[in-house]
């Protein structure tokens, strides 16, 4: 049952306790009718009984969709008010008297009660945060906020039963949840460039004439003597190029001692990092 705007809740509440609570006999027979009225072969008795009994049973369940939506008050972020919530709950209310089957013998309020509780939910998480999230993703996040703290990678998986890469997948959605603004500064001390004027404009166009290819030229240059002083291309030409130390030192300029250090910096390095890796697969 909808209304118009979160000030009318009072006046729904209203209207809503002039409706009696059903008796188990009630349900049994209004649930009857209402799956009556969804077979193919219903007459159109049938087809009105059944809509006259899906209204009855609505309204006579609002109170449970109330009650359920203010559970539910803390959860949402101001995207979505009380009245709002009413509304979510009403749809999945609806669509608890559409599948109730009475021959199960369960109570409709128990059975409802799910499908009011998983219509709010749903929109609260499709609106919680600016970026939309999965509803799978949203319900993972939940559970891996109640995780306790100091948890290591395996044991997060094991408890929320998913794979290494659902996890990364999981901590992309947490950071995607979290918008940040284009006016923040990227420097610690927040003097930094704002992230808006670090982003490309890709509607401005690009004069390559106007470039100074002078100075690119330069930096081109220095990258690739900085490239060459590396102390990992070092090793490479000393170790597998087989060149000597004093070659090498005469070609990029520095001294014969000054390549040996760095030849033995990086084989150090590369030590490390086997030892690592053996460590790692042993």
Not at 198 to 219: A, G, N, P
Request: some cysteine; proline content about 2%.
């Amino acid at each position: 049952m909808p209304f118009l705007d979160n000030g009318n809740i009072d006046q729904f509440k209203n209207e809503m306790g002039r409706t009696p609570l059903l008796t188990a006999a009630e349900e049994i027979t209004l649930g009857t009718a209402v799956k009556l009225s969804q077979s193919p072969k219903a007459t159109r008795s049938q087809i009105r009984a059944g809509k006259r009994a899906k209204d009855r049973m609505i309204k006579a369940n609002l109170r449970l969709v109330v009650n359920v939506s203010r559970k539910y008050m803390h959860r949402q972020l101001g995207q979505l008010e009380w009245g709002d919530l009413i509304q979510e709950g009403c749809i999945g209310l609806n669509r608890a008297v559409e599948k109730f089957d009475p021959e199960l013998g369960y109570k409709f309020s128990t059975y409802a009660y799910w499908w009011i509780r998983q219509s709010i939910s749903r929109a609260i998480d499709q609106t919680g945060s600016t970026i939309r999230v999965p509803v799978s993703l949203n319900q993972l996040i939940t559970k891996l906020n109640h995780l306790p703290r100091g948890l290591t990678d395996l044991e997060i998986c094991d408890q929320l039963q998913i794979s290494d890469e659902q996890l990364k997948n999981l901590r992309h959605a947490l950071v995607a949840k979290r918008p940040t603004s284009l006016d923040m500064r990227l420097g610690g001390d927040g003097d930094g460039s704002t992230l808006s004027e670090m982003l490309c404009d890709e509607q401005s166009t690009l004069h390559i004439d106007k470039f100074q290819w002078e100075t690119v030229r330069d930096s081109l240059q220095l990258h690739t003597k900085l490239a060459q002083n590396n102390d990992q291309e070092l090793l490479r030409r000393n170790v597998i190029g087989e060149e000597s130390l004093q070659s090498i030192a005469n070609e990029i300029g520095i001294s014969r001692e000054r390549v040996r250090q760095k030849v033995e910096r990086a084989k150090k390095q590369l030590a490390a990092k086997l030892i690592e890796h053996r460590q790692l697969v042993a």
